[in-house]
């Protein structure tokens, strides 16, 4: 199959839609990442997405929404009551936007979207391109991340073409995403609120509006814990390459290695290394991230060694994303570095 990229101009949303309504998929941009759509009211169209990405069907997919009113979806089916004050309190402060909230799944909603849960994700996006597109479609969107199964989630058009170039015909680009790492996931349903996936929106901002702090689930590497919750493995969001987190900051340049690093460094940078952040600001770092690993990754280097997070805003939602895609622990021993597997927590 022809995959072609479109600009998210006004023929390229009228044929995305056009195309999405025949039951097809398209990729489609969002502030957070892309997003691989399909009709969620449409089976075919569900199972299309899980082929497509070879993702396995215990994983659920989020719902994606124009309207920010619950109470709309609660009414059209796609939800089923009572709904979360807590819900609707979080909606009305970060919707549209990089949130996604776990509810109660309605009649509407397909089983197969959601894994056979009786939950159901939900998240109404906030870039104008995806949002236009929900209207012209005129129902919501079953959009995962528009990568394969594990691997980096994209934040450019060409990255969706790099993922699942041949599997589909169209993706809309919208441009660069402007946050760059997926939503952040907040479980309404367990008795305790908590944080499946930490994301752009924090978990302060999350307390703020629910008035006490939620719960956080942490990644983890140990096999054990591989899955914490449906779909959120242990191991995700993983180049190819094995990537090793630094203890301390990197001043030993590997040939071999390719080095992503969060500060400024006043010694000369190896060839192999990308600075996330020139000046400690963790959202511009989070943007890039993902374009780094994919940068590193086509590389050919042999490992790739990340430095510490520095602390910060977005620490939390970085230091998830690479726990979960690293391999091990990289150690500077004053004359070489030791690379240890399964070291990370
Ligand atoms: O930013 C985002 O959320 C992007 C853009 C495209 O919207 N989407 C995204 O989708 O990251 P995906 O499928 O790659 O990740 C959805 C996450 C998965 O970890 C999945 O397990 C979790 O949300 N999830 C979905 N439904 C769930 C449910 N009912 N209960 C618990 N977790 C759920
Ligand atoms: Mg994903």
Not at 34 to 45: D, H, K, P
Not at 246 to 265: A, T, V
Not at 311 to 330: F, N, P, V, Y
Request: glycine residues 8%; aromatic residues 6%.
């Amino acid at each position: 199959m022809d995959t072609r990229i479109v600009a998210a101009d006004e023929a390229g949303l009228t044929e995305a839609a056009r195309l999405l309504l025949s039951g097809h998929l398209v990729a489609f941009p969002t502030e957070t990442v892309y997003g691989l759509g399909g009709l969620a009211s449409r089976i075919e169209s569900i199972r299309a997405i899980f082929k497509a990405k070879d993702r396995p069907t215990t994983d659920p997919l989020i719902l994606h929404l124009l309207d920010p009113n619950l109470e709309k979806a609660l009414k059209e089916g796609w939800l089923a009551g009572p709904l979360p004050a807590s819900a609707v309190a979080l909606a009305r402060e970060f919707w549209p936007g990089p949130l996604t909230l776990i509810l109660t799944r309605g009649p509407r909603t397909q089983r197969e979207m959601t894994a056979g849960l009786d939950t159901v994700a939900v998240r109404c996006p906030a870039h104008p391109a995806a949002q236009s597109l929900l209207r012209q479609v005129g129902e919501p969107l079953a959009a995962p991340s528009a990568n394969l199964f594990g691997r980096i989630s994209p934040t450019d058009a060409e990255a969706v073409r790099q993922e699942l170039g041949g599997k589909i015909r169209l993706i809309l680009d919208g441009g660069p995403c402007s946050v760059g790492l997926e939503s952040t996931v907040v479980n309404l349903v367990s008795p305790v609120p908590e944080i499946l996936r930490p994301g752009a929106i924090t978990a302060d901002q999350v307390a703020k509006v629910l008035g006490s702090a939620p719960d956080i689930q942490r990644a983890s590497s140990k096999k054990e814990k591989a899955q914490i919750a449906p779909g959120q493995l242990a191991s995700h969001y993983a180049p190819r390459t094995p990537l090793y987190r630094s203890e301390s900051p990197i001043r030993f340049f590997h040939p071999d290695f390719f080095h992503i690093l969060f500060r400024k460094s006043e010694d000369p940078i190896s060839q192999n290394a990308i600075v996330l952040t020139t000046d400690g600001n963790l959202e511009s770092a989070a943007r890039q991230l993902y374009r780094a690993l994919r940068t590193a990754d086509s590389s050919g280097c042999h490992a790739i060694l990340v430095e510490p997070v520095p602390e910060g805003l977005w620490a939390d939602a970085i230091h998830d994303r690479l726990t979960r895609a690293s391999s091990g622990t990289a150690i500077w021993n004053g004359n070489a570095w030791k690379l240890l597997r399964g070291m990370n927590t």
